[in-house]
């Protein structure tokens, strides 16, 4: 039988105790997985836009020490609503859509009204610029009058069938 001495004996502590420490310095607070629990929006109530406009969304997510914070944008309906990476929704056509944000298993959702913009009414109504043609040899004269289009350049096309 062999005896250790006082010198083997504080080789064989001092060794386990390193061995003891690395094994939990290995396994310290920042190699832990902190998963998302949830996520949450800025904008609480349904959402309505005009066709054209754009709303910037912000989403958070719980809990501000998780893992993997990384945030992806999705819409129910492209042809009504987009939404880039960043979190702008932009409205493309009337209707719904519902706009997505999701964090690890957890998301936020919101409903996105779009809303028609009113079409200009066209009248026709003398005087102003009139625009003259021939039917079956007898002149006539029409005007046209754009209204609700002020600033803008638009053109208007017109037929008439029997005068």
């Known amino acids: ?3 250790l001495t006082k010198k083997t004996f504080i080789y064989f502590l001092l060794g386990s105790f390193l ?3 690395s094994l939990f310095s290995a396994c310290s607070d920042k190699d832990k997985n902190v998963a998302v629990t949830g ?3 800025d904008v609480t109530s349904d959402l309505a836009l005009n066709v054209g406009e754009s709303k910037q969304l912000i989403a958070t997510v719980a809990p501000a020490d998780a893992t993997d914070k990384k945030v992806t944008w999705s819409s129910t309906d492209v042809t009504k609503v987009t939404v880039d990476p ?6 493309i056509a009337a209707g719904e859509a519902a706009v997505q944000a999701k964090a690890g298993d957890k998301e936020a959702s ?3 009204t779009v809303i028609a913009l009113p079409v200009p009414v066209l ?4 005087p102003g610029d009139t625009h003259s043609a021939q039917a079956g040899g007898a002149p006539f004269t029409k005007a046209a009058v754009l209204s609700g289009v002020s600033g803008c350049n638009a053109t208007l096309t017109y037929s008439m069938a029997n005068g």
């Open 1 to 3: 039988m062999r005896v």
């Open 19 to 21: 061995a003891f420490t």
């Open 39 to 41: 996520v949450s929006l």
């Open 86 to 91: 960043t979190g702008l929704v932009k409205a």
């Open 110 to 112: 919101l409903k996105v």
């Open 123 to 126: 009248t026709w109504s003398p």
